[in-house]
DNA sequence: ACCTGAACACCGTTCAAGT
DNA sequence: ACCTGAACACCGTTCAAGT
């Protein structure tokens, strides 16, 4: 609480060498290094977002960690709100879609679902952040092309590769949404309210709660990759299956 | 800015009988009555949320409109998060789930998920509310066990019940979700972002984002409502195969 | 061009004190 | 049992001022 001298101080110290008997704290070799670009920020910002979640994450927290003040962001920065536009571009920069091989477009699509569950579960707290944001980064619009690409060079018409992208993101990160909601607790180790909520609900009044009761066990039964991995084979499939249909039909059609 | 005497004033005017020329503002007959009960705590936090976002709902603007101040609250209530927890019990408390109709339970399910889009669409920032939080309240449980009771009653196995349940949820949250991002702010009229967007798109470099560009018209040529009604027919209709399939599948290990 | 300290208008929450 | 004012430790952001 009581203000360290040289580690968030006024700059006074500056000039002075670091006494050899002081113990280092760790980065301290950076110390007044790197001028404050927006790409430190931001990197600074996933730092923190990862290791104390979204609550953690104030302008005063990113710039202590630069060894500045808040104010010193705000040259780099519109605003919070923009310091979260680039660094949910960042971390949708970190996905590595492959090239279209089009007669895998359907695994190729699973494959592009799982990386991005990877990248959320990487980064927990990015999903609250992504909320109110429409992906049109530098980073968001690559992304977008190379999904796409995937889906037109498998076969899939316009309107159906277009409405399948969208959906398929949306339904990630729905599942993702509700999967990180389990275990909030930054380092709990194993789950208390897995197997917590399932004995509260086989405690529940019978009459009143039968079918609940009944699969209380099956809410942990399965696990969520396996539950993942239905809703990949849910989506993935009536896509794959609508494509087939409406081929049909304009065949049927036009011949 | 300025404080309107006798609105949100200090209670002094408390004795005096309305003037009958000050324009009453509508509810201003409430005036210090009901005793601040949990109940009337959430009502008013849910108006707030759906009038002016949730970075209007702050505890000192709920007890500001109940005639208090904020600390009054913390006696009802334990926390501020305690309060999201009631109103997104609350809210849930809202859909109207029907009973059992055995054969019709795909489309059972599709208008329990229609129905939780429209609530989601009725109190817009509710979503961002449900983030980290587990659905265990007296509602939630009631929810659970009416959805649970259609897929049973249709015949659709624990196992496939428990995942399809949790995962039409799901789904329909990611929908919903990226659907109330086009749209933030609260009353504007006409929406730039959706054809500012294609407009955006179709002004990119064509050598680095062919797809794209391609199908840049589709991106707002499908309505919301069919798009929904899209991914209701893909993950229902997945669900209702994969029953026939394991049944199909238990009969014939069986007999 | 880049950084800073101090201030402004907010937060959630606590706590001694009132009725 | 219920409510209150004042305070504490935080926020994001602005702005005049420094180099």
Redesign the interface.
Known sequence: MAKQAGTSGAGTTEALPPAPWQRTPQRAARRRRDPITQEAIVETALRILDSEGLEGLSMRRVAEELDTGAASLYWHIGSKDGLLDLLFDHVIGEQQIPDPDPPRWQEQLKEVARLQRATILRHRDI??VS????P?GPNA??Y??RV??IL?AGGVP??L???GY??L???????T??E???E?PGGDAGGP?KDA?RD??AS?PQA?????I??AG??S??DRDE?FE??L???V???AR?VATDEYRSRGRSK
Chains 1, 2 share one sequence.
């Open positions: 999903v609250a909320l109110g944001r429409i049109m619009l690559r977008s092309e796409l690409a037109r316009d309107d590769a277009v409405s969208l959906l993101i949306a339904v990630v990160n729905g599942f949404l509700d990180t909601a389990d909030q309210s909520a509260y609900i529940l009143q709660f039968p079918n609940l009944a699969v099956e809410f039964a399965v539950r239905l809703l084979d849910l989506f499939g009536g896509l609508r």
